[in-house]
C-alpha cells in the first residue's frame, strides 16, 4: 500500500505536478492521514482502487469486483482492478470518470469527466510518468502518452501524444511553437 502513500502525499503537498517523476519527499502523520481522507472523498475512492488491485493481483477473488462495484456507486468511478497504476495517482473528482488504461505511469493527474479507454478495437491507452489529463477529455485506443504530456479540457486523443507535449482539441493535435509555452503554475492547496 505504499502506492496508496505516495497517493496522499501528492494531496499535502502544495503542487500536484511533481517535476521529473521524482518520489515525493513528505512524512505523513497519523494526523495528516485522517485529516486527508476527511477533507478529499476522492481519496477514498483511489483507496478502493488500490486494495482492489493488491487483492486482484494476490489471488484474494470477489473483493476486487466488490471494490470495483463500491467505486462506482458511492464515487462514480469506473476504474478496473486489474490495471496497473504507478503511485502518485491524483485523481480530482472521481464522479463520472471511466479508468481502463493499458497502465498508468506514477504521479498521474486526471481531473473530473475524464475517459480512459478502447475505441474499435480491444486496444486501451498506457500513461507515461507525470501525465495530466484535462477535465472532460477522451483518450482512446491504443495511444501512448508519454512522459510529462498534457492533455486539454474536452480534447479527444486518438494518436500517441510525445513526452513533454500538450495535446487539445478535437480529434486533439500536439500544440507547437508558443502556442505550448505556457508559464508553470504552483497550485495550493486549500
Request: charged content about 20%.
Amino acid at each position: 500500500m505504499s502506492s496508496f502513500g505516495q497517493d496522499l502525499r501528492r494531496w499535502k503537498l502544495e503542487e500536484f505536478r511533481p517535476r521529473d517523476g521524482e518520489p515525493i519527499p513528505t512524512d505523513l502523520s497519523f494526523r495528516d492521514v485522517v485529516s486527508l481522507l476527511w477533507r478529499h472523498p476522492a481519496l477514498w475512492a483511489t483507496l478502493c482502487y488500490r486494495v482492489a488491485h493488491w487483492c486482484s493481483t494476490h489471488g484474494v477473488r470477489l473483493v476486487p469486483s466488490i471494490l470495483e462495484k463500491v467505486n462506482l456507486v458511492f464515487f462514480g468511478m469506473q476504474i478496473a482492478s486489474g490495471m496497473p497504476v504507478g503511485p502518485g495517482l491524483y485523481v480530482a473528482h472521481p464522479v463520472g470518470m471511466v479508468i481502463v488504461a493499458g497502465r498508468i505511469g506514477a504521479n498521474a493527474s486526471l481531473i473530473h469527466v475524464c475517459t480512459l479507454g478502447m475505441r474499435d478495437t480491444h486496444d486501451f491507452p498506457e500513461l507515461g510518468d507525470g501525465v495530466f489529463v484535462g477535465a472532460g477529455a477522451r483518450v482512446l485506443g491504443g495511444v501512448r502518452l508519454g512522459d510529462g504530456c498534457s492533455v486539454g479540457a474536452n480534447a479527444v486523443v486518438l494518436r500517441d501524444v510525445p513526452a513533454g507535449a500538450t495535446a487539445v482539441g478535437v480529434p486533439a493535435r500536439i500544440l507547437t511553437g508558443k502556442a505550448a509555452e505556457r508559464p508553470e503554475k504552483e497550485w495550493a492547496t486549500a
